[in-house]
């Protein structure tokens, strides 16, 4: 494909804008929530939507069955023209995370909402940004090549799934049964952000992560608190003593061997993170916020990207209603978080957590343990022909180069993608950090939609001409 041919998608994008928008709004409809069981039906809707727009752009689309929630497979051959074009994958997952708290939402989450905002116009719904925006601005540069040469310029397989709000749990078993049909040169995901609404970026490195739910059991009822108190076991006494042990004053996390397998920060990385100009304040000030906690002494980029951390993510136990209850509850539980970075293996840190806790209770303590999710730390290699060609596509989309940044948050596909099927992904998004992702009044920017659609018009081209 020549450059006139990606000026011609592009100029059909400028006249399918609206139709992108409005795809993108009936996609925002459907209430695909995956956590609750009451949303099956309307995952598999939003599955099927997914399937017959990828159809109607001439991909073979179909829907595979898992254990839970079905993925969309779709194959498009490339031009016609037999040429040699690279082989890309794109994911992205059709699901959301539950809308809750409802009375917190500007407008009912799934009745997709443009409002003016004071970067222009945004939409505003559950799933505008994460993932849903994402996915409907690279299905409109797919609708776009449609439309101008009736063809896509490079081959495409896209692999789209409905549990990725729940850990995919069913996914790697996909990957590894259909790896023959997952043959491809590299991933491209869109659920990262731009360095700010005018700077694009390419995210280079992920935060892992180990999440676990602590149960903690003691005595074969409640007890009164007069009667035993003093002399038995207090199950939110025991672990609230031994998760506070977890760090230290200056906010170090003290399970041995935690940081085996850690790099320290380059001076490389580290000059070209401080020419970013971090704002930490209005970072901070933007949520209500101050004063950066974590690590002392380390860098607030280094903090968020290249520093593993331990959060409390929950705690419960005995009672909590009005007035008093003079009780020693049976029973405590807590939820607890690890980021972690390239290096650290989460397995051996689940081990050394439940040590860790273990010699820190009371005998009459037993801890019971489930685990949610353990992904290592990713970093993304920056010398990939498709990490190239996107740097080319943004530089010329945004009138400036993008810069190369890291994500303290996880996407555990990335992991699974070369560990199952061996391919380095391009991470480019266009997000922004007060999307309020996951929280009620999510919204993506308009402006940031629309280049981001532009931005895959342009990468497909680039990798296209490299052919």
Known sequence: MTGAATEAALAKAAALMPEAIAAWSDFLRIPSISAQPDHAGDCRLAAEWARARLAGLGFAARLHETAGHPVVLATHPGPSTGADVPHLLYYGH???????????????????????????????????VD?????????????????????MPVRLTVLLEGEEE?????????????????????????DTNLWDFTTPAITTGLRGLLYVEIRARAASRDLHSGLFGGIACNPINELVQALGALRDARG????????DGVAPLSAEQEAAWAALGFD???????VGLATPAGEAGRGALERLWARP????NGIWGGYAGPGAKTVIP????????????????????????????????HPDLKLDYALYGAAPGIAVATDLPVVTAARAALAEEYAKPPVLIGCGASIPVVESLKRVLGLETLLMGFGLDDDQIHSPG????????????????????????RS
């Not at 539950?98 to 989450?109: M, Q, T």
């Not at 729940?166 to 869109?190: K, M, T, W, Y």
């Not at 920017?445 to 001409?465: D, K, N, V, Y």
Request: aromatic letters at 10%; glycine letters at 8%; one cysteine or more.
């Open 442 to 465: 999510e919204k993506f920017e308009l402006a940031c939609f629309e280049h981001g659609l532009r931005a895959h018009i342009r990468l497909l081209g680039h990798l296209a001409a």
């Open 166 to 190: 729940i850990g995919s749990p069913h996914l790697e078993p996909f990957l590894a049964a259909e790896r023959a049909r997952l043959v491809a040169d590299a991933a491209v995901i869109s």
């Open 280 to 286: 930490v304040a209005a970072f901070l000030g933007d």
């Open 309 to 312: 951390t331990a959060d409390l």
């Open 252 to 259: 170090v996390v003290q399970i041995p061997g935690f940081y």
């Open 131 to 151: 993932d849903k925006g994402q996915v409907a601005a690279w299905l409109g540069a797919f609708a776009a090549w449609h439309a101008a040469t009736g063809t």
């Open 330 to 361: 049976a029973e405590a539980g807590a939820k607890i978080s690890f980021r972690l970075v390239p290096g650290q293996d989460p397995e051996a840190i689940f081990a050394a957590l439940k040590q860790f806790l273990a010699a820190r209770v």
């Open 94 to 128: 059709y699901d959301v995370q539950p809308p809750e708290p409802l009375e917190l939402w500007p407008s009912p989450p799934f009745t997709p909402t443009l409002v003016d905002g004071p970067r222009g116009k945004r939409m505003v719904a559950r799933g505008a």
